[in-house]
């Protein structure tokens, strides 16, 4: 299994940041293309970005464009999702996975293995 390990969500006011990692430590990140995504309650799972390994190109949902910010640091083996402009609607559980990541539809999870994620919550 592609095991990674979310942290640094938290609770913040609308308009303001996190930064979540995304990291491993079985396996080199590197090696993958590595996806975001966030299941909020009441509704499914959607990928929110992804990075590719091969181009380092990447991809945003659209609500989130201009917002968020993906970035890998291969030497740390970890990557980032930096969320600047939060809104109450970006609050759920986002979850990282290993996969592909596809210009038409954004990220996939190659092994089907979803962590524990990291809480989001935006709210006054």
């Known amino acids: 299994q592609l095991q990674l390990e979310e942290s640094g969500g938290g609770l913040v006011q609308p308009g303001g940041s996190l930064r979540l990692s995304c990291a491993a430590s079985?396996?080199?990140?590197?090696?993958?293309?590595i996806g975001w995504f966030r299941q909020a309650p009441g509704k499914e799972r959607e990928g929110v970005s992804c990075i590719s390994n091969r181009d380092g190109s990447t991809y945003y949902v659209d609500s989130v464009k201009g917002r968020f910010t993906i970035s890998r640091h291969d030497a740390e083996n970890v990557v980032y999702l930096q969320m600047n402009s939060l809104k109450p609607e970006d609050t759920a559980v986002y979850y990282c996975a290993a996969g592909g990541c596809y210009p038409e539809y954004g990220p996939s999870n190659l092994s089907g293995y979803w962590g524990q994620g990291t809480q989001v919550t935006v709210s006054l």
């Open positions: 079985e396996f080199t990140l590197k090696n993958y293309a």
